[in-house]
Nanobody
């Protein structure tokens, strides 16, 4: 069973920094991409940043320059460095990964999305 375990959330003052980590564990063939999303009460979950296994990165336009995603493929871990935090960054942050499995029917590769349990980030004004 695949698990995504996040860490690094917490309370920080405006202008501060936090680094989130998410480790993917379990039995699988590979990882297509890993990333971060966030959600506040009453709103839809939104993209923060993703990185593919080939290193292609995608960011929410509003977060470019303040947030940086990185991965350690050897450790199956994705990080999110968040700088110059603002109160509007307060949210639950979720790690996501697109996990590859070998299909037992035709030996093809299937991919499925998995989510972490979320870690809370609170930025005080």
């Amino acid at each position: 069973q695949v698990q995504l375990v996040e860490s690094g959330g917490g309370l920080v003052q405006t202008g501060g920094s936090l680094r989130l980590s998410c480790e993917v564990s379990g039995r699988f063939y590979g990882i297509n991409a890993m990333g971060w999303y966030r959600q506040t009460p009453g709103k839809q979950r939104e993209l923060v940043a993703t990185e593919s296994s080939r290193g292609r990165q995608r960011y929410a336009d509003s977060l470019k320059g303040r947030f940086t995603i990185s991965t350690d493929n050897a450790k199956n871990t994705v990080y999110l460095q968040m700088n110059s935090l603002k109160p509007e960054d307060t949210a639950d942050y979720y790690c996501a990964a697109e996990i590859q499995y070998i299909n037992n029917v035709d030996a093809g590769v299937d991919a499925y999305d998995y989510w972490g349990q979320g870690t809370q980030v609170t930025v005080s004004s």
